[in-house]
């Protein structure tokens, strides 16, 4: 049965497919994004302490749960006890809404990095030369948007067919390795840029004044930011830990992959502060916009080298977009494989991510066409959900994207991260994850740390959280 579910062919492939889902959009656009908006230092060292405390807690639970049950989530929550079914489902329903507008991004990422290309030989400008507008005309032409996601999920389904060891691990061995280099080059470039240091600042520079103004404002930034950064609470991280091998080590495992996600991210706020900070003055502030708008410009200020700086930079966002984005459509996917195989069938993995990917195809087209939040009223194909209900909007902009956002993001991931801790804290105990990880043959450390983390920090943490976005998006 293990075998025809499919399985990682070596703990390194394990690794770098697993920093492969963690490592995404989160990272690179997510991250600098929240931070500019939420006082740089302060957010870095909230989302550090959150990373420790919580993070580690539930990246170890999920992972021992996955491999315990040799199951993706659905399974492994029923065979964990029948009554707790529909955490598993939750765990499958959470990726498909982040796919929903996760796909598109990744294909606006895509057009981006082949803009940068073209315009390296000469060939054309399209999408450098005209920076003011480009990013507003491009996100109204419902036909591009389309266009762009629909490649993205083809490659998706074409990569996530193909398998756990020949699809995903293989994609992750020479994807994740590149990104880092086109980082590092990145960064290098940046460096030396003159303004460049009031970014590093910025970032680094001791500052808990936002703390004193905003505590609330900037936690819970930065847990919803940790959260879908290491891609826990949905499932992602318990699918991969079911073909992790018994040999391996569950909680070194769990270390390496945080450790690498938050470098990432790190690096990625390296690039984009001291790069506003050298070529636009400083405006850390640009919100949901800076991967694109800002960042065009920031190229575009750089001069030549800017095309060769802008298609590394989204060369490498394409990848870390991609290498995520299969391991939620993994998710989905593998959901009908185990039930299959359960059932005695053929597991059918071709079939079942290829009608996924044309499922979810089917519910990006909202957030392709609302022109990401425009809306009717100014220019886009259909209405945002605030426009089509007639919602008075408070805390959201309600478009399709952030719709789908707060179902998913918002509300299940913190619910399921919250009930999840609280069952391994009181009902099934510290000693199922401890035995399953002790399975290897490593001790397991820390134990009273991490029966703090399930018991009392993590749950009470995500009741938090969960009460504060409800807040938000309810006004
Ligand atoms: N961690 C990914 C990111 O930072 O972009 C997004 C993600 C992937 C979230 C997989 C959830 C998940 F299950």
Redesign the pocket.
């Known amino acids: 049965m293990e075998n025809n579910r499919g399985t990682f062919g070596s703990n390194l492939g394990f690794i770098l497919a697993a920093v492969g ?7 690179i656009w ?1 991250f600098p994004y929240k931070m500019g908006l939420n006082g740089g230092f302060a957010f870095l060292l909230v989302y550090l302490v959150l990373a420790i405390f919580v993070g580690l807690a539930v990246m170890v639970g999920e992972l021992a749960i996955g491999r315990k049950t040799g199951m993706s989530p659905v399974a492994a929550y029923r065979k964990l006890s029948k009554k707790f079914t529909w955490m598993g489902y939750m765990a499958v329903i ?2 498909f809404l ?1 796919l929903c507008f ?1 796909f598109v991004l990744g294909g606006m990422v895509m057009r981006y990095a082949l803009s940068y290309l073209t315009a390296i030989f000469g060939w054309n400008t399209w999408g450098v030369e005209d920076v003011t507008t480009f990013f507003g005309t491009f996100i109204l032409n419902g036909g591009q948007m389309i266009l762009w996601t629909a490649i993205f999920i083809v490659i998706n389904a074409f990569i996530v067919a193909a398998g756990v060891a020949g699809g995903i691990e293989k994609f992750c061995k020479i994807g994740m390795p590149a990104l880092f280099v086109m980082l590092l080059v990145v960064i290098i470039y940046v460096a030396v840029q003159p303004g460049a240091m009031d970014g590093y600042k910025f970032m680094f520079g001791w500052n808990l004044e936002p703390l004193k103004t905003d505590f609330l404002g900037v936690l819970k930034a930065a847990a919803g930011q940790m959260f ?4 826990l609470g ?4 318990i699918t991969y830990g079911s073909y992790l091998q018994k040999k391996e080590n569950v909680q070194k495992n769990a270390v390496i992959i945080i450790v690498c996600d938050t470098l990432v991210a790190i690096m990625a706020g390296m690039i984009v502060m001291p790069a506003c900070a050298a070529f636009l003055d400083g405006a850390y502030g640009g919100g949901p916009g800076l991967l694109f708008a800002s960042m065009q410009q920031v190229f575009h200020n750089m001069g030549y080298i800017g095309n060769i700086m802008g298609f590394l930079f989204y060369t490498l966002v394409f990848i ?2 991609i290498s ?2 299969m ?2 459509l993994e ?1 989905i996917t593998s959901f009908k494989v185990d039930q299959n195989v359960a059932e005695g069938k053929a597991p059918g993995r071709k079939k079942y991510a290829i009608i996924a990917a044309v499922i979810i195809f089917i519910f990006c087209l909202p957030t392709c066409l609302d022109g990401l939040g425009n809306g009717l009223a100014n220019g886009a194909a259909i209405g945002t959900p605030a426009e089509i209900l007639n919602i008075d909007v408070k805390g959201w902009n309600c478009d399709w994207l952030d719709f789908y956002d707060m179902l998913s993001e918002g509300i299940m991931m913190p619910l399921g991260a919250m009930v999840m801790t609280f069952m391994i804290g009181w009902i099934w105990k510290l000693d199922m994850v401890v035995e399953e990880c002790e399975v290897s043959g490593h001790k397991f450390w820390g134990k009273t740390f991490f029966d703090i983390c399930y018991k009392f920090i993590t749950p009470i943490g995500m009741a938090f959280v969960l009460y504060a976005q409800v807040l938000t998006f309810f006004g």
């Open positions: 889902s963690a490592v995404g959009l989160g990272n997510g959470v990726p982040i996760y879908f950064s290491l891609s949905m499932g992602a991280i870390a977009a995520s984005s391991s939620l998710v």
